[in-house]
């Protein structure tokens, strides 16, 4: 059983959110309390003052209680295993973390906040992996390039994203990432792509349909989008700027 014993009310707070999102069996008590029979593992603050013999700990300040719960869940699971993080990329990439074979995390976000969410999630975990999948030549390229002080695999992704059957609509991306954890990859530092003249028509087709005044990049931008080196949103504002400056003259 899983025990809270902190006066922080942010980190009771987040940690009881915590478990009982998972489901898990737990119980509270304070610091200076005995703790339960049948107690595996406690949680605490590092400002309380507790004695724990026989038990194992987890000292967590509240703003990483869900990194505090996950190790918590892994040493009643009685070894952590491995973390690994499966990516399936795209422009809203699926994110997979897990810890031996359990998946303790998932995300689903833009393609620019996908490298800040790896990082956060492998951070103090020095043996971490990430996979990437490559399917999405351009994305994935990107995702790799910016992945920096981490082992980085990548993965023949054939096969990874699953049948959905009713009610489970958006949920590939991360159930393809999952799958994408479990396969070993080849490892991989930077992946260079030459984009083909159907993917740099794709990004110029996506800069229009952002813009606001029906706006295309050029082709040289488009490149640039390709290689990582910019944003559609950047290479619009970059492409307006030129086009203010050749008015002026």
């Known amino acids: 059983m899983i025990v809270v014993a902190t006066d922080d009310f942010e980190l009771y707070h987040e940690a009881v959110g915590e478990l009982r999102e998972r489901g898990v069996s737990f119980t509270t008590v304070r610091p200076d309390e005995e703790l339960p029979d049948g107690t595996r593992v406690v949680i605490s603050a590092p400002t ?3 004695s724990v013999d026989g038990v194992d700990h987890v000292v967590v300040h509240a703003d990483a209680a869900r990194h505090g719960v996950e190790e918590a869940l892994a040493s009643l699971r009685g070894s952590e295993g491995r973390t690994v993080v499966g990516v399936d990329p795209g422009p809203r990439p699926g994110i997979a973390v897990l810890v031996g074979d359990v998946v303790v995390a998932a995300f689903h976000v833009p393609i620019t906040d996908a490298v800040e969410v790896v990082h956060r999630e492998i951070e103090d975990t020095p043996d971490a992996v990430v996979r990437v999948g490559d399917g999405d030549r351009l994305q994935s390229a990107k995702l790799i390039n910016e992945l920096q002080d981490v082992r980085v695999e990548m993965v023949d992704e054939t096969g990874t994203t699953p049948y959905l059957g009713t009610g489970a609509r958006g ?3 991360v159930l393809a990432a999952v799958n994408i954890a479990r396969l070993e990859g080849d490892p991989v ?3 260079e792509i030459e984009p083909t003249r159907g993917e740099l028509q794709r ?4 800069s229009r349909e952002q813009s606001a005044d029906n706006r295309t990049i050029d082709e040289a931008l488009a490149r640039r989008v390709a290689a990582g080196e910019l944003t559609i949103e950047e290479a619009l504002a970059t492409h307006r700027d030129g086009s ?3 008015k002026l003259d």
């Open 244 to 246: 203010d400056e050749e």
């Open 171 to 173: 949920m590939g991306d």
């Open 189 to 191: 530092d930077r992946r």
């Open 48 to 50: 309380d003052k507790l």
């Open 203 to 206: 990004i110029k087709n996506e």
